[in-house]
């Protein structure tokens, strides 16, 4: 089949070279329609129920919300992880579905078991927004010289937050500080003593008085008139003339028991930037799937729009992170690398082949391969970025090529001086004898890469739009080796005068004295690799391992978590300090600090969680030597140093949020303990910080849920209560409404609403002594003070209580530095059983992102020897014969040896980004074999006796087609190896690995391979 289509495309030229410009033309257009983006999504499909239940503390609130909530989607298909977290007021419960699952049907079914939850009434719970983790695309920050923080609050929310929701690709908009607008009646409680009123009577007031009414219609000759009835509160002044009751044919008004004032809600949230706190920032995130480039396009276009005349004068919107930053530094590493590897290509195949006509038409395979590749990106939706990119190399793209166009040119050399119709006919049946090696050696190389697209999880969405772009690259190249280079090389190559190199001259007679002497020595041969092999075992256990390198986003991301029972004030006086101890190291641009949470309540965190996103200047402006890490330990040093107490972690916010939402914590290592008492986990997890500090490597070792804070307790007295009628709900309605404040109706402002709330004023409310004071209306008409009828207490409660499968859960959290993770865990893992004796009922998980590497191990153990069992299949179909087909498996340890030995000699553990480097090497390594046997294989029929001289002769005969295809894979794959800027770090490992294992087959199939092959055909004579 393959022979028929390169006759065919020899003999129909232009239809060829017409065919190849039209798929060119396709693939550049597909070009321009991918989604680029620094780092694919590595997220599950989630969907995540919020439930507020203001007031409650995290026990009530878990007892009444979440595990209802658990247990009414306990039944939901194709759930793979629940996870809760529980704090004052809210519930958030988090539902991780398989790779292919379909969000908005998973967000369906959640709807419908969630109408089954019990929950208390007036509780309603909601679903977060269908965004990602990674989805966090745009950062901007509200700049007024003229407004407050109540004013610039309500602009984000009803002029800026709307207008970017209109953006195609936009999921939601968050805001974070500021102050909320509402409407409060601040009530004097002797007041209301004085007129006997009680403050549910004020809510019922406010409601009833706030009230449109529609009359239908009535006929007014021959017009129709719509009746409406307009009782709606338009102003303060109307709030403060509703009437609450009578007395003595009085009427009394709001205005007479309470003042009416234009208030903002408690802020859950403080932002500060730089020197600067009190801000509004907000934060654009995408939804899934959607093209992160188109989205940032709009998103720009639309803040341009506002800050042109939409917003009132004087307030502007400033960026203060975009993403399209990170994914142009991506990109101009991603293309660095391509260019230089394509230049680097270029120059071997020019040096080796001696023809510029043979260099260029080889090269040509390249771009086009490319696009071909582009169009199939398309075609199945793979994003462009890092990952599907920047690890292809150009010298394995083209192997094929190579061997075509080296052939095609000994042919003509062996026919030189004869007539150009007599050269086309030697190029023609030059290309007819390789085409099937060269189909046979990329349908293995293809095959490499097949198993890597049954990866799991985050490495499968890593790894496989690079495994999809590479096999599409490859499919490319085998359909243009075998129709456009013959086709052109026909026209191109006759009448081109290569140009003799000596060195390969010099090269090819040393080589044959150099085969022939090791085939006389072939048990030699074979004992010297064995010791290769076994060196190579010891120095691979030596490697350690760790799931993936550290992934720079040219960003630090810091989170710090003060003690419990902190003030959101006292804690953004912190955050404002440590702004200022960022701003201290000259490598810093911009700090941004975000205390508390953000009023959508996607994260469940309380006022001592601080959040700071550090802006980093150009590298090429940090002083010489110094390193990121360097950074970090300077500012870890600095941070504990000047706030004692609290807990540090360093990440980065992509990686930090993708990771948090796949595994449920961000750090490297998280120590997963799960049981029904939150007194012995947490009695469990001291024990494991301890161990966890003495582990070498160990660093930012925190537990991760904060311990108990203080609580004001008001429990019920039954027996007294009982004297004055008063139940439980009247004392409820009191802690509510009075203590707490409750909205009870809705302010409209033209297309803008805001609450009206009701409350005490503070002055009896804010201390434990006025709470006391506060009287309850009893059933006889009376007032009695609560001291009375409850006691008031402090007492520690829960600050926060996270979930696991449906079970309490507390975690001890430690990133590692210095040290590979594998090893680390194992270590840990010892002392964990040595020093913790868990009770009945608990049990421990290894999370974070060791759970990663833990899963992509077992996969890989698996996977890797399925690869060359697939690779030895296509061999013994190619050469029909075991032993030949496991000679060229030889190939195999060869290359290994090299990719071991590069990462050890580089300091680079073992990861899946290396795995996956092996994987593309055995491919390329066993590429080289099926060449070498194969022409051996048309050398030694009816010369068996002369195995010798075949051996030489085919080993001579194949070493330029050799030395190029092994030299320009690897100068090809060097620039991706060697890549330090920006996103680089994913490709290094696997880079590494290909530079090595092709340096160490070069060397072992060139010189070792004839000597085993002889000594596996003659024995060990």
């Given at each position: 089949m393959f022979a028929a289509l390169l006759r065919l495309a020899i003999c129909h030229r232009v239809l060829t070279v017409v065919l190849a410009l039209i798929l060119a033309g396709l693939g550049i257009w597909s070009f321009t329609e991918l989604k680029v983006e620094a780092y694919p999504d590595l997220s599950d499909p989630q969907v995540t129920v919020i439930t507020q239940y203001p007031g409650y503390a995290p026990e009530e609130v878990e007892q009444q919300v979440t595990v209802p909530i658990e247990r009414a989607l306990m039944g939901v298909p194709g759930v793979i992880s629940r996870r809760s977290k529980t704090i004052f007021g809210l519930s958030v419960v988090d539902l991780t579905f398989q790779y292919d699952t379909d969000l908005w049907r998973a967000r369906q079914l959640v709807l419908e078991r969630l109408r089954d939850a019990a929950l208390p009434p007036g509780v309603e719970p909601t679903l977060a927004p269908p965004t990602t983790p990674a989805g966090e695309l745009y950062?901007?920050?509200?700049?007024?010289?003229?407004?407050?923080?109540?004013?610039?609050?309500?602009?984000?929310?009803?002029?800026?937050?709307?207008?970017?929701?209109?953006?195609?690709?936009?999921?939601?908009?968050?805001?974070?500080?500021?102050?909320?607008?509402?409407?409060?009646?601040?009530?004097?409680?002797?007041?209301?003593?004085?007129?006997?009123?009680?403050?549910?009577?004020?809510?019922?007031?406010?409601?009833?008085?706030?009230?449109?009414?529609?009359?239908?219609?009535?006929?007014?000759?021959?017009?129709?008139?719509?009746?409406?009835?307009?009782?709606?509160?338009?102003?303060?002044?109307?709030?403060?003339?509703?009437?609450?009751?009578?007395?003595?044919?009085?009427?009394?008004?709001?205005?007479?028991?309470?003042?009416?004032?234009?208030?903002?809600?408690?802020?859950?949230?403080?932002?500060?930037?730089?020197?600067?706190?009190?801000?509004?920032?907000?934060?654009?995130?995408?939804?899934?799937?959607?093209?992160?480039?188109?989205?940032?396009?709009?998103?720009?276009?639309a803040i341009d729009e506002l800050n042109a005349g939409a917003l009132p004068e004087g307030v502007r919107i400033r960026p203060i992170y975009d993403r399209t930053e990170l994914v142009n530094n991506t990109l101009r590493t991603v293309s660095r690398t391509l260019t230089e590897g394509l230049a680097v290509v270029l120059l071997v195949l020019l040096f080796f082949l001696g023809s510029l006509r043979a260099a260029l038409l080889t090269a040509l395979i390249i771009p086009l391969s490319l696009l071909f590749a582009f169009l199939a990106m398309r075609l199945f939706g793979i994003t462009a970025s890092l990952l599907s990119l920047g690890a292809i190399d150009f010298g394995i793209m083209v192997d094929g090529t190579l061997v075509m166009v080296e052939c095609m040119l000994r042919g003509l050399h062996s026919r030189s001086g004869r007539r150009t119709e007599e050269s086309a006919a030697a190029l023609c049946d030059a290309a007819l004898l390789v085409q099937r090696p060269i189909v046979f050696s990329l349908i293995i190389l293809i095959t490499a890469y097949l198993p890597l697209f049954t990866l799991q999880r985050v490495e499968r969405r890593l790894f496989m739009p690079m495994a999809f772009t590479i096999v599409a690259a490859l499919v490319g190249s085998l359909l243009f080796t075998l129709t456009l280079v013959p086709a052109l090389g026909s026209r191109l190559l006759p009448g081109s005068r290569p140009w003799s190199n000596p060195l390969l001259a010099w090269l090819s007679r040393r080589y044959e004295h150099d085969v022939r002497f090791l085939i006389r020595r072939a048990p030699a041969v074979a004992a010297v690799s064995l010791l290769v092999f076994a060196l190579t075992f010891l120095l691979a256990r030596k490697l350690g391992s760790e799931f993936l390198p550290h992934l720079d986003e040219g960003v630090i991301w810091v989170r710090a978590v003060l003690p419990p029972g902190h003030s959101l004030e006292r804690a953004a006086e912190v955050a404002n300090r440590l702004r200022e101890l960022a701003r201290q190291s000259r490598e810093v641009l911009l700090v941004t600090s975000q205390t508390g949470r953000q009023t959508s309540n996607t994260e469940p965190f309380g006022p001592n969680r601080i959040e700071m996103l550090i802006a980093l200047r150009p590298y090429s402006e940090w002083p010489p030597g110094k390193r990121k890490m360097d950074l970090v330990q300077e500012l870890s040093e600095r941070f504990r140093t000047h706030i004692p107490g609290a807990a540090?972690?360093?990440?980065?916010?992509?990686?930090?949020?993708?990771?948090?939402?796949?595994?449920?914590?961000?750090?490297?290592?998280?120590?997963?303990?799960?049981?029904?008492?939150?007194?012995?986990?947490?009695?469990?997890?001291?024990?494991?910080?301890?161990?966890?500090?003495?582990?070498?490597?160990?660093?930012?070792?925190?537990?991760?849920?904060?311990?108990?804070?203080?609580?004001v307790r008001i429990r019920l007295d039954r027996a007294q209560a009982a004297r004055y009628g008063i139940n439980a709900a009247d004392l409820q309605q009191v802690i509510e409404l009075a203590i707490g404040g409750h909205p009870v109706s809705t302010m409209f402002e033209g297309d803008r609403r805001f609450d009206i709330v009701v409350r005490y004023v503070p002055e009896a409310r804010s201390t434990l002594a006025s709470l006391g004071q506060i009287l309850v209306p009893t059933a006889d008409g009376g007032r009695v003070p609560l001291s009375q009828v409850a006691s008031i207490e402090v007492a520690d409660g829960a600050t926060i209580i996270a979930r696991r499968e449906n079970q309490r859960m507390i975690s001890v959290r430690t990133n590692i530095r210095g040290r590979d993770q594998g090893s680390f865990v194992a270590e840990a893992q010892r002392k964990f059983r040595e020093r913790v004796k868990l009770p009945p009922g608990y049990r421990v998980e290894w999370g974070g992102q060791f759970e990663n590497l833990d899963r992509a191990r077992r996969r890989l153990a698996w996977i890797l020897p399925l690869t060359v069992a697939l690779i030895f299949v296509l061999l013994y179909w190619a050469f029909g014969s075991i032993r030949d087909a496991a000679m060229v498996l030889l190939l195999v340890p060869f290359s290994v040896a090299g990719g071991v030995t590069a990462l050890w000699l580089r300091g680079i553990p073992f990861s899946v980004s290396a795995a996956v480097g092996f994987v593309a090497l055995f491919g390329v390594a066993v590429m080289t074999g099926v060449l070498y046997f194969s022409e051996i294989k048309r050398l030694l029929p009816g010369r068996e006796e002369q195995l010798e001289e075949v051996l030489v002769v085919g080993a001579c005969e194949q070493l330029r087609v050799r030395l190029i295809l092994i030299t320009a894979a690897t100068l090809g794959i060097c620039p991706a190896a060697l890549a330090t800027g920006i996103g680089s770090d994913v490709q290094r490992p696997l880079a590494t690995v290909v530079l090595g294992g092709l340096a160490s087959t070069l060397v072992l199939t060139l010189l070792a391979l004839p000597s085993l092959y002889y000594m596996a055909r003659r024995g060990w004579r």
């Open positions: 950062r901007y920050v509200l700049e007024s010289d003229r407004l407050d923080q109540l004013q610039l609050r309500e602009i984000q929310d009803w002029v800026i937050a709307p207008r970017l929701m209109q953006v195609p690709g936009v999921g939601d908009v968050f805001a974070f500080g500021g102050l909320v607008k509402q409407y409060e009646i601040a009530v004097e409680p002797m007041a209301l003593y004085k007129y006997g009123l009680t403050i549910r009577q004020i809510a019922d007031a406010v409601a009833a008085n706030n009230e449109n009414a529609g009359g239908s219609l009535i006929r007014s000759g021959e017009q129709a008139l719509v009746v409406r009835g307009i009782g709606r509160l338009r102003t303060v002044a109307d709030v403060e003339n509703v009437v609450i009751a009578a007395r003595g044919g009085s009427p009394i008004f709001i205005r007479d028991v309470a003042k009416v004032r234009v208030s903002h809600e408690p802020p859950t949230g403080v932002f500060g930037l730089d020197e600067r706190s009190g801000l509004v920032e907000g934060i654009v995130a995408m939804r899934r799937g959607e093209n992160p480039s188109e989205t940032l396009r709009g998103v720009r276009e540090f972690n360093f990440t980065q916010p992509i990686i930090d949020m993708v990771m948090d939402a796949v595994t449920g914590s961000s750090a490297d290592l998280a120590v997963l303990i799960s049981g029904p008492d939150l007194r012995v986990l947490r009695a469990a997890a001291a024990e494991t910080l301890d161990i966890l500090r003495g582990v070498r490597g160990a660093a930012d070792v925190a537990i991760e849920q904060e311990g108990d804070q203080p609580q």
